[in-house]
Structure formats: C-alpha cells, structure tokens
C-alpha cells in the first residue's frame, strides 16, 4: 500500500514535510504504564516495520516513553529510514523510577533531551520536535517563552526542523507563535471530549496541524452508547467510527492511534476509511456536548 492510499491522504506540516494525515502514536510499544520494556519486543519490531509497509509517513515518540524505549524500538527496526518517513518527538518531561512524569522544562534539560532524542533515534536532526507543557490531558498555565525560545534555538543551530507544542493553552501558542513558527499542536482530543473545537477550527484558518492524543480514549476506551449504536449500525468497531469521525472533523486533524499489535494497526487504518454521513456526524457529536 503507498501513502496515497491512506484514508485522508497527505498533509504539508511545512512546504517542505509532508505527512500522511493517518499516522502512528509509538507510546504503546513501551510497556504497562508506558514504562519499561515491551513484553515481546519482536512483536513491537513488527508493528513498527509494518507502520511503514502500510505506507504510514508519520510516527509520533519521545524519549521519555519507557524511558528511551520507543526511540531504541525505531531505530532498531526502521534505521536507515526511509527517505519520505517523519519522526515527531516532544520533550518536556521525564519519566521518574516509580514511573511518574514529571516535568523536565529547564533549557538545559530541553537542550539534554534534544541531543538524547538525536542520538537514539539515528539523526542529525529532528523533523519535529514538540514541547511538552502541561499535564496528561490538561494545559497548565504560565508562559512558555523561555522554553520555547530554547528549542528555537536549537534550530536555529539546524537540530530541529519544525517546533510544535502539547498540550497547551490559547495563549501559549500565540506566545509560542511570537518567538517562531509553530507547524503543530498536540493536545487531548476525541469524540468525547471536545474543549479545543473552537481552537481546531482557528488553528486550520492558519494552517497549523492539530493532532490529537488520545483518539480512541487513552487508558481508559471511549465508553458511549451513541458511538456504540452508529457502530453496530454501519456494521464497523465503535474505534473505527471514533477515528473517522476525527479525520471528518477538520482537515488540519492529524491522526496518531497507536496500539502494539500488527492486527489492530491494520483495523486502525482500515476504519479510518469509513465514510460517515451527515447523519452520522450529527448524532455523533452530540457525544461531546
């Protein structure tokens, strides 16, 4: 299969990235927790190779996924790369031994994790590197203009290519925005839980991807009757209908499941084909109202 097939097709991060709009999150190659190593790490090789036989151009990692795990599972199975494929990381925290997440925001740290993600992953430089602000599923506030200014420096020395930010505010980007160019902007976004709608749509006007985490849920599966009768209805899994809906949304939505087995990556890219009428999408978002 080539990326041209992919449901949604490809989408220009930067004139010079593009990225098919069906991608694939590394988080749940690490294990339990995302910590620690997977419990078959032939079988996460697998995954991986197939990301890139289905034709996916997108993966999303970070170093503090394991820790370092996810990077190592790349390189291992994908280095030498292919020369179309993409490989967004994010810094900003770090993984602690019980397994927590705590922030890692100093310029030093940002500075560390840069040269660690470079050195795992096999590059000279990063396509896209995202700043990680606040929590799990939610923005802390505060301004972000001395880590950010950080990362712009380090492409300006030509280590990263593109900056974007996760999990952020509003005025984090803008202020994001005002130090350099901001190609991308992960945050916690499904069916059911629909707070950036207005933020999704402004940020398409400018042509910046937005690209959710969590899609199908995160730890905890969307749970919906609505989702779960549309689903029986079109004869299709309640993820399918989940991720199609996303890729319906808005043209600048990116998309990143991620799953460690072959067989639920190839459901994952096969629901994302799904059309869903107008019908369908009404019902569906009143989910998130």
């Not at 994790?113 to 599923?137: C, F, I, M, P, Q």
């Not at 994001?176 to 839980?193: D, G, R």
């Amino acid at each position: 299969m080539t990326s041209t097939k992919l449901p949604g097709g490809m989408y220009p991060l930067a004139p010079d990235l593009h990225v098919t709009r069906v991608g694939y999150g590394a988080m749940q190659l690490a294990g339990p927790g995302v910590f620690g190593p997977p419990a078959d790490r032939d079988a996460a090789l697998e995954v991986l190779r197939e990301v890139v036989a289905l034709g996916i151009t997108h993966i999303d990692t970070s170093d503090f996924y394991g820790p370092y795990v996810t990077n190592e599972l790349i390189r291992e199975a994908l280095h030498p790369y292919p020369e179309n494929l993409r490989i967004v990381t994010k810094v900003g925290a770090r993984r602690d031994e019980q397994g927590g997440w705590p922030h890692a925001r100093s310029p030093e740290e940002l500075r560390q994790a840069v040269y660690d993600n470079l050195k795992r992953l096999g590059l000279e430089t990063l396509d896209v590197v995202n700043l990680r602000v606040g929590g799990l599923s939610s923005a802390e506030p505060g301004s972000i203009a001395e880590q950010f200014g950080e990362l712009a420096r380090l492409r300006d020395e030509g280590l990263i290519r593109h900056l974007g930010v996760s999990t952020v505010s509003r005025e984090q980007i803008a202020e994001a925005q005002s130090i350099a160019p901001v190609v991308c902007v992960q945050n916690f976004y499904n069916i059911a839980n629909r707070g950036d709608d207005d933020l999704i749509d402004e940020l398409a006007l400018q042509g910046i991807a937005y690209v959710p985490y969590f899609p199908l849920g995160g730890f905890t599966p969307l749970q919906s009757e609505t989702l779960n009768s549309i689903a029986d209805r079109l004869d299709a899994s309640p993820m399918a209908v989940a991720l199609a809906w996303l890729l319906q949304r808005s043209p600048n939505i990116l998309l990143i499941p991620g799953t460690s087995s072959v067989a639920h990556l190839r459901e994952n890219v096969e629901g994302a084909r799904l059309t869903l009428s107008e019908s369908d999408i009404s019902e569906l978002n009143g989910i998130g109202a």
